[in-house]
C-alpha cells in the first residue's frame, strides 16, 4: 500500500506532456489531423447523416382516398427504426432507422380527407365531395378509383371551389391540421438523435404537368405557427412558382425564420420544369425569374418513386446507364403524351448545362442545385430498399395484384404498377443531427441522392491532391484544406483541377462497380456538351481500345432474389484529373456511383407473395448515388 501510494504522488507530480501537435512535414504528407486523434478538433462535417425529403401519410387528401389510414405518428415511428402497422395490415420496420424526415403532407385540401371520410354536411352538400365520401367508405377499388378521379380534377384545376375553400388556408379545420403538423414535428424532434423538420408539399400542376415543390423551413413550431402554407388551389392559391418564391420571402420577413423550397419530377412536367425561354405562364424567363429560383431551390430531387430524373437516354446517347427507372409516357396524370422536345426541360442533367446559358445571357444560374432523393411515398412508410419496397401508395403496398395494377392508364400512355421505384434518400454532410445544421448543409449543397443503398460517398474538387491523401484512410482532411467539398466552387485556374472521390458501400448492401464522374460543360461558342469518365472500378478488367469499361458481371439469382458479392469492390477511391480541361470554359462535375446488379423489388414479391412477373417489368438494376455538383467558373 505504501509503495503504492508513493508511486502514485509521483506519477501526479510528473509534469503532463504538452498535446500532441503534428509537425508541418506531415500536415503536408500523409497526416493532416490537428492532434493525435484524427476525430478531434474537425472543422469540417465527420458524419453523413441519412433521411427523406419527401413523405405523406394519411393527412394527405389522395394518400386517404387510396385507403392510408395511419397518420403522422406512424410515420416518423417507422422512419426512427420502430416496428409499426401498414394501412394494409402488415408489419413493416426499417433495416436501420433513418436520421431524420421532412413531413410534406400537400398543402392544399388539409383536412378534407377526414371529413370526406365522416360526411360532413358541407362534403355532401357538393357533388363532388358525396362522390368521393362514397367511395372511400366503399373501399377497395372504388376508393382508389375515387383518388385518381381527385387527382385528375386536381391537376386540371376542376376542383369545386366551394369545397376547397373550407379547406384552404384561413378556414378552422385547415389551421386545425397545420397544428397538428406543426406539434407532431415538435414532438419527435431530439437533437442529437432525430431531426423532424416542418415542412409542406406544394402541388402545383398546370393541365396535369408536374411543378410540384416541397418546402422545408429550418426553424421551430413558434415560428412555423406564424403562416399557413403556401396552396395552389382556392381563392388564395397559385400554380405559378414566383408566387411560391413571394410566400418564401413573406415567411422569411414575418418569422425571421429560413425556408427553401425543391422541385421533383420534371420528368413528369411536359417540359416545363426547367424553362429556358418562356415559361409555362409565356412570360419570358428574365433576370428576376432566374434570381429568384437560384436563391430558392438549393436543391433537385434527382430520383424518386415516380421515375429517376437524372438524365434520359435520348439526351445523353453515349452514356450507357442513361436508361435507369425512367418514366417518359406522359404527364403526372397521362392527360397528354410526352414528345421528344419536352425533354430538354425535364431531366437534371441537361438543366445543369442549360443554366450556363442562361447565365451568361442574364448573369445568375437558375440552375445550380445539387442533388437530393427521396420517396414520395403516400403511406407514411419511408421504404426505399428493393427487399423491402411498401409502394406508393397503399393500394400499392405488397399484394398479389400490385405489380398488374398500373399506377396510371389512359389513352395517352401508361405508367405500369411494376415500374414504380424503390427510391431514394439522400444523405446530408452535416456537423450534427440538428435542424440547424442539417438544413445549413443542404443550402450549401454538401448532398448526395441515392436510389436507396446508404454507401458512403466523399466528393471533392481543387488542386495538389495525391495518392497520401487517401493512403492515410481519412481523405476528408485533404479534400477540404485543398479544395471544395460536392456543391462548393472551385476558383479560376490555369491548370486543369483534380478532384478526390471516395465511395464505401452500403454495410449491409452491394458492392460496387465503378465510380464515374460526370461532365458539363459550355464552349466559346455557346455550345453545351456532355462527358461520363470511368475514373475508378473493381479489379478485373481494365477499359478497351475505345475507352469502354466492360461489364462488372452480374450474380443475381432471380429463383432465391439474391446475389452474392463475389463481384465488384467494397470501396474504391481515386483522384481523378480533368484530361478535357480549358480554364475559359464553364463546368460541372459530379460522381455517380454504381453498384452491382442486385434485384428490383418485383423479383422479392414473386418469391414471397408467390405471383407471376408481368411481361415487360425489369428484374435487375444497378443502384447507385449521385453527389451534388461542383462548379468551375473561369475569371471575368
Same mark, same amino acid.
Given at each position: 500500500?505504501?509503495? *503504492?501510494?508513493?508511486?502514485?504522488?509521483?506519477?501526479?507530480?510528473?509534469?503532463?506532456?504538452?498535446?500532441?501537435?503534428?509537425?508541418?512535414?506531415?500536415?503536408?504528407?500523409?497526416?493532416? %489531423?490537428?492532434?493525435?486523434?484524427?476525430?478531434?478538433?474537425?472543422?469540417?462535417?465527420?458524419? /453523413?447523416?441519412?433521411?427523406?425529403?419527401?413523405?405523406?401519410?394519411?393527412?394527405?387528401?389522395?394518400?386517404?382516398?387510396?385507403?392510408?389510414?395511419?397518420?403522422?405518428?406512424?410515420?416518423?415511428?417507422?422512419?426512427?427504426?420502430?416496428? /409499426?402497422?401498414?394501412?394494409?395490415?402488415?408489419?413493416?420496420?426499417?433495416?436501420?432507422?433513418?436520421?431524420?424526415? /421532412?413531413?410534406?403532407?400537400?398543402?392544399?385540401?388539409?383536412?378534407?380527407?377526414?371529413?370526406?371520410?365522416?360526411?360532413?354536411?358541407?362534403?355532401?352538400?357538393?357533388?363532388?365531395?358525396?362522390?368521393?365520401?362514397?367511395?372511400?367508405?366503399?373501399?377497395?377499388?372504388?376508393?382508389?378509383?375515387?383518388?385518381?378521379?381527385?387527382?385528375?380534377?386536381?391537376?386540371?384545376?376542376?376542383?369545386?371551389?366551394?369545397?376547397?375553400?373550407?379547406?384552404?388556408?384561413?378556414?378552422?379545420?385547415?389551421?386545425?391540421?397545420?397544428?397538428?403538423?406543426?406539434?407532431?414535428?415538435?414532438?419527435?424532434?431530439?437533437?442529437?438523435?432525430?431531426?423532424?423538420?416542418?415542412?409542406?408539399?406544394?402541388?402545383?400542376?398546370?393541365?396535369?404537368?408536374?411543378?410540384?415543390?416541397?418546402?422545408?423551413?429550418?426553424?421551430?413550431?413558434?415560428?412555423?405557427?406564424?403562416?399557413?402554407?403556401?396552396?395552389?388551389?382556392?381563392?388564395?392559391?397559385?400554380?405559378?412558382?414566383?408566387?411560391?418564391?413571394?410566400?418564401?420571402?413573406?415567411?422569411?420577413?414575418?418569422?425571421? %425564420?429560413?425556408?427553401?423550397?425543391?422541385?421533383?419530377?420534371?420528368?413528369?412536367?411536359?417540359?416545363?420544369?426547367?424553362?429556358?425561354?418562356?415559361?409555362?405562364?409565356?412570360?419570358?424567363?428574365?433576370?428576376?425569374?432566374?434570381?429568384?429560383?437560384?436563391?430558392?431551390?438549393?436543391?433537385?430531387?434527382?430520383?424518386?418513386?415516380?421515375?429517376?430524373?437524372?438524365?434520359?437516354?435520348?439526351?445523353?446517347?453515349?452514356?450507357?446507364?442513361?436508361?435507369?427507372?425512367?418514366?417518359?409516357?406522359?404527364?403526372?396524370?397521362?392527360?397528354?403524351?410526352?414528345?421528344?422536345?419536352?425533354?430538354?426541360?425535364?431531366?437534371?442533367?441537361?438543366?445543369?448545362?442549360?443554366?450556363?446559358?442562361?447565365?451568361?445571357?442574364?448573369?445568375?444560374?437558375?440552375?445550380?442545385?445539387?442533388?437530393? %432523393?427521396?420517396?414520395?411515398?403516400?403511406?407514411?412508410?419511408?421504404?426505399?430498399?428493393?427487399?423491402?419496397?411498401? %409502394?406508393?401508395?397503399?393500394?400499392?403496398?405488397?399484394?398479389?395484384?400490385?405489380?398488374?395494377?398500373?399506377?396510371?392508364?389512359?389513352?395517352?400512355?401508361?405508367?405500369?404498377?411494376?415500374?414504380?421505384?424503390?427510391?431514394?434518400?439522400?444523405?446530408?454532410?452535416?456537423?450534427?443531427?440538428?435542424?440547424?445544421?442539417?438544413?445549413?448543409?443542404?443550402?450549401? *449543397?454538401?448532398?448526395?441522392?441515392?436510389?436507396?443503398?446508404?454507401?458512403?460517398?466523399?466528393?471533392?474538387?481543387?488542386?495538389?491532391?495525391?495518392?497520401?491523401?487517401?493512403?492515410?484512410?481519412?481523405?476528408?482532411?485533404?479534400?477540404?484544406?485543398?479544395?471544395?467539398?460536392?456543391?462548393?466552387?472551385?476558383?479560376?485556374?490555369?491548370?486543369?483541377?483534380?478532384?478526390?472521390?471516395?465511395?464505401?458501400?452500403?454495410?449491409?448492401?452491394?458492392?460496387?462497380?465503378?465510380?464515374?464522374?460526370?461532365?458539363?460543360?459550355?464552349?466559346?461558342?455557346?455550345?453545351?456538351?456532355?462527358?461520363?469518365?470511368?475514373?475508378?472500378?473493381?479489379?478485373?478488367?481494365?477499359?478497351?481500345?475505345?475507352?469502354?469499361?466492360?461489364?462488372?458481371?452480374?450474380?443475381?439469382?432471380?429463383?432465391?432474389?439474391?446475389?452474392?458479392?463475389?463481384?465488384?469492390?467494397?470501396?474504391?477511391?481515386?483522384?481523378?484529373?480533368?484530361?478535357?480541361?480549358?480554364?475559359?470554359?464553364?463546368?460541372?462535375?459530379?460522381?455517380?456511383?454504381?453498384?452491382?446488379?442486385?434485384?428490383?423489388?418485383?423479383?422479392?414479391?414473386?418469391?414471397?407473395?408467390?405471383?407471376?412477373?408481368?411481361?415487360?417489368?425489369?428484374?435487375?438494376?444497378?443502384?447507385?448515388?449521385?453527389?451534388?455538383?461542383?462548379?468551375?467558373?473561369?475569371?471575368?
Amino acid at each position: 500500500m505504501i509503495k *503504492r501510494s508513493i508511486l502514485a504522488c509521483l506519477m501526479l507530480s510528473t509534469p503532463v506532456a504538452a498535446q500532441f501537435v503534428p509537425s508541418q512535414e506531415s500536415l503536408e504528407g500523409l497526416y493532416q %489531423g490537428k492532434a493525435y486523434s484524427p476525430y478531434a478538433q474537425r472543422g469540417f462535417p465527420s458524419q /453523413v447523416y441519412w433521411g427523406d425529403t419527401h413523405l405523406h401519410t394519411g393527412y394527405s387528401m389522395d394518400a386517404g382516398l387510396f385507403g392510408n389510414t395511419t397518420g403522422l405518428e406512424t410515420a416518423y415511428e417507422f422512419a426512427r427504426g420502430e416496428e /409499426v402497422m401498414a394501412a394494409s395490415g402488415q408489419p413493416v420496420k426499417l433495416s436501420r432507422p433513418l436520421d431524420w424526415l /421532412v413531413l410534406t403532407e400537400h398543402s392544399d385540401g388539409m383536412g378534407l380527407i377526414f371529413d370526406l371520410k365522416s360526411g360532413t354536411p358541407n362534403v355532401l352538400a357538393s357533388e363532388q365531395g358525396k362522390r368521393w365520401h362514397e367511395a372511400i367508405n366503399e373501399g377497395g377499388e372504388a376508393s382508389a378509383t375515387a383518388a385518381l378521379d381527385l387527382i385528375t380534377n386536381f391537376s386540371q384545376g376542376t376542383m369545386d371551389p366551394d369545397l376547397i375553400a373550407d379547406y384552404s388556408p384561413g378556414a378552422a379545420k385547415y389551421a386545425s391540421v397545420w397544428k397538428n403538423i406543426i406539434e407532431a414535428a415538435e414532438h419527435y424532434n431530439e437533437p442529437g438523435h432525430f431531426t423532424a423538420f416542418i415542412g409542406f408539399e406544394w402541388t402545383s400542376l398546370y393541365k396535369g404537368n408536374n411543378l410540384h415543390r416541397n418546402v422545408v423551413l429550418r426553424d421551430d413550431g413558434a415560428r412555423a405557427s406564424l403562416v399557413e402554407p403556401m396552396v395552389t388551389q382556392g381563392p388564395t392559391g397559385s400554380v405559378d412558382p414566383m408566387d411560391l418564391y413571394t410566400w418564401l420571402e413573406n415567411y422569411e420577413s414575418k418569422s425571421g %425564420g429560413r425556408a427553401f423550397t425543391i422541385a421533383h419530377n420534371g420528368n413528369l412536367s411536359n417540359g416545363i420544369m426547367f424553362p429556358t425561354e418562356k415559361r409555362f405562364t409565356g412570360d419570358t424567363v428574365d433576370e428576376e425569374y432566374v434570381t429568384k429560383r437560384a436563391k430558392w431551390e438549393p436543391l433537385y430531387e434527382i430520383t424518386q418513386i415516380k421515375g429517376d430524373g437524372e438524365t434520359h437516354p435520348k439526351l445523353s446517347p453515349d452514356d450507357e446507364f442513361a436508361d435507369y427507372e425512367t418514366w417518359d409516357a406522359g404527364n403526372l396524370d397521362l392527360t397528354a403524351a410526352k414528345t421528344d422536345e419536352m425533354l430538354k426541360g425535364e431531366y437534371a442533367r441537361e438543366a445543369l448545362k442549360q443554366g450556363f446559358l442562361l447565365e451568361q445571357s442574364l448573369g445568375i444560374n437558375p440552375y445550380k442545385f445539387g442533388f437530393s %432523393g427521396a420517396t414520395d411515398s403516400h403511406t407514411s412508410l419511408t421504404t426505399a430498399d428493393e427487399d423491402n419496397f411498401f %409502394g406508393k401508395a397503399t393500394n400499392a403496398e405488397p399484394s398479389k395484384t400490385r405489380m398488374s395494377h398500373p399506377f396510371t392508364k389512359t389513352e395517352n400512355g401508361v405508367f405500369e404498377g411494376f415500374e414504380l421505384v424503390a427510391s431514394g434518400y439522400t444523405g446530408v454532410w452535416a456537423t450534427d443531427n440538428t435542424r440547424d445544421a442539417l438544413w445549413d448543409a443542404m443550402v450549401r *449543397r454538401e448532398t448526395y441522392a441515392t436510389t436507396g443503398p446508404r454507401m458512403m460517398v466523399r466528393f471533392f474538387g481543387g488542386s495538389g491532391y495525391t495518392e497520401n491523401d487517401l493512403r492515410g484512410r481519412q481523405p476528408a482532411f485533404a479534400g477540404y484544406a485543398k479544395g471544395v467539398p460536392m456543391g462548393g466552387d472551385l476558383p479560376a485556374m490555369d491548370e486543369a483541377p483534380d478532384f478526390m472521390v471516395y465511395a464505401l458501400r452500403d454495410p449491409i448492401g452491394a458492392n460496387l462497380d465503378r465510380i464515374q464522374i460526370v461532365k458539363g460543360w459550355m464552349d466559346a461558342d455557346g455550345a453545351l456538351h456532355e462527358k461520363v469518365y470511368d475514373v475508378a472500378w473493381s479489379e478485373g478488367r481494365e477499359p478497351d481500345a475505345n475507352g469502354k469499361l466492360p461489364p462488372v458481371g452480374n450474380t443475381v439469382d432471380l429463383e432465391a432474389a439474391g446475389y452474392t458479392n463475389t463481384i465488384g469492390a467494397p470501396e474504391l477511391l481515386t483522384i481523378w484529373t480533368d484530361p478535357d480541361f480549358d480554364p475559359l470554359q464553364h463546368a460541372f462535375y459530379y460522381a455517380r456511383v454504381l453498384e452491382i446488379p442486385t434485384p428490383r423489388w418485383v423479383v422479392y414479391d414473386r418469391l414471397r407473395l408467390g405471383v407471376d412477373i408481368p411481361e415487360g417489368a425489369t428484374l435487375v438494376g444497378q443502384e447507385r448515388a449521385y453527389t451534388s455538383p461542383i462548379w468551375y467558373a473561369p475569371k471575368g
